[in-house]
């Protein structure tokens, strides 16, 4: 048993050592574990893309599709169904398809 522990723990040194994030992080050091100290280094820096202008401009027109598909589709009471409208704001795309594939039922 104690072997497959350290077939473990040396994969474990080996992940560390090939990447430095996840160093930083305090994975892989068994002297700092379960310790109440602060995990993340200062060193660590998260780089994000630059946002694209054309792809947030089709999300937007997707999702107000969307919107307007949920809000043609009118419970019986009159009002509008709140699941569908979460569902066309989260899932737009989909959504423009299942509406797309069934429409909504006629009253």
């Not at 090939?18 to 305090?26: E, I, T, W, Y």
């Not at 997707?62 to 169904?81: P, T």
Request: proline share 7%; net charge positive; with cysteine.
């Amino acid at each position: 048993m104690a072997n497959a522990f350290g077939n473990v723990t040396y994969a474990l040194e080996q992940f560390t050592a090939s990447h430095p994030g996840v160093k930083a992080l305090g994975f892989g050091n068994n002297s700092n574990f379960g310790k109440s100290s602060s995990p993340v280094a200062s060193n660590v820096t998260i780089v994000l893309p630059p946002p694209n202008p054309e792809m947030e401009l089709l999300n937007f027109v997707l999702i107000a599709i969307a919107v307007y598909m949920a809000m043609k589709c009118k419970k019986f009471g009159g009002g509008v169904d709140i699941v569908q409208l979460i569902l066309a704001i989260c899932l737009a795309p989909f959504y423009i398809l299942y509406r797309l594939w069934k429409p909504c039922a006629t009253s």
